[in-house]
């Protein structure tokens, strides 16, 4: 069974378009996250939800914004796509926030933006 | 801002080689530390991690971390590496609810 799933795996998108990433986790956990990966692998957390809340979002362009249904689900949505936003997006899931929990990792979204 | 430095980018080694990846992160009070593993085309996989006690930990896979309070470090280690330890690995520091994680090293191992 898939723990942290992602759709979809990959997306191909123009320039102003905006697009939606999805997230589930089946693991009965409190906290998910997003997070960027970018050409050069480096990793940078954009959000994360605790129970449906909004607990951290960094310097991330309001033309970003996540949604979180429910405790299982936080989706991503982009407006108005850059080319600079091309990048490997992936989702996390964590039992509670803090520390003490590692984070378990979808399979990525890899977004390019023409 | 917290930092989290990998100095090695990119690593090239030969199989039953020694590895060690440096890690060292900037924050001076209570931290969390994690290595994490990404196999190509995979998602990130946890390795180790160290909360407390005993600084020396044991991960999957014949990893293990050292973590050197003195000198901010989480280095990780492996006595003999395989060709199936190519992969990215990630250093990460998380303190209170920040997350940081490094900017990863490349590792390659040549049969």
């Known amino acids: 069974d898939t723990a942290v799933s992602q759709t979809p795996k990959y997306l191909v998108t123009q320039m102003g378009n905006d697009k939606s990433i999805k997230c589930e986790q089946n693991l009965g956990h409190d906290t998910m996250y997003w997070y960027k990966q970018d050409s050069k692998k480096f990793l940078k957390i954009m959000f994360s939800?605790?129970?449906?809340?909004?607990?951290i979002n960094e310097t991330v362009p309001n033309r970003f914004s996540p949604k979180s249904p429910d405790k299982a689900h936080l989706n991503l949505h982009i407006n108005s796509l850059e080319l600079g936003d091309s990048a490997v997006y992936f989702c996390?899931?964590?039992?509670?926030?803090?520390?003490?929990?590692?984070?378990?990792f979808g399979p990525g979204t890899r977004l390019t933006v023409l | 801002a917290q930092s989290v430095s990998q100095h090695n980018h990119h690593v090239i080694l030969s199989e039953a080689a020694s590895l060690e990846l440096g890690c060292n992160y900037s924050?001076?009070?209570?931290?969390?530390l994690f290595w994490y593993v990404q196999y190509p085309g995979q998602h990130l996989q946890l390795l180790l991690k160290y909360f407390s006690g005993d600084p020396l930990v044991k991960g999957i896979k014949g990893f293990e971390a050292e973590f050197i309070k003195s000198k901010f470090s989480f280095n990780l280690r492996k006595p003999s590496v395989q060709w199936s330890d190519t992969a990215e690995y990630f250093c990460?520091?998380?303190?209170?609810?920040?997350?940081?994680f490094g900017t990863g090293t490349s590792l390659t191992v040549i049969p």
């Open positions: 924050y001076g009070g209570t931290v969390n």
């Open positions: 990460a520091v998380i303190t209170g609810n920040q997350f940081y």
């Open positions: 996390a899931s964590s039992q509670t926030s803090g520390g003490y929990n590692e984070q378990f």
């Open positions: 939800y605790n129970n449906k809340e909004l607990i």
